[in-house]
């Protein structure tokens, strides 16, 4: 079940952060798909897992090109990354703590990541665009 869609109006130009982006869309949808019927909550875990690692990358990646054009609002952009992992590290923690994890988190975190892409995201790429331009 997809419910982190990608389409052409959460590209930012650019090419690392949209493939990670789409990546982060197919993490987000595998996490939703292991909630279905018969799945354990090692799987459950194991696609959390990786996505929460990827995003730390992800956010690595987001946060280099940031600090190396001098974006103004690096560490606004680098709190609401903060905020997200630290959202995910306590649904982990649940998990591990044998408590029910629903599929409301697979929605969340499809819900944050469009959110994110169209505003934070976006601002640092017409910043980015903005400076370019001189």
Known sequence: MAIAIWSSRFETGIDLVDAQHKALF?????LAASFGAGTTAT???ESLAFLAQYTLEHFQTEEHFMR????PALETHRAEHA?????VQLLQSRLAEGKTVTMDVAIFLADWLKHHIHGADMAYVRFAKDKSRG
């Open 68 to 71: 190396e054009m001098g974006y």
């Open 26 to 30: 197919e993490a987000v949808n595998r």
């Open 83 to 87: 905020r997200l992992v630290d959202k």
């Open 43 to 45: 799987q459950v875990g």
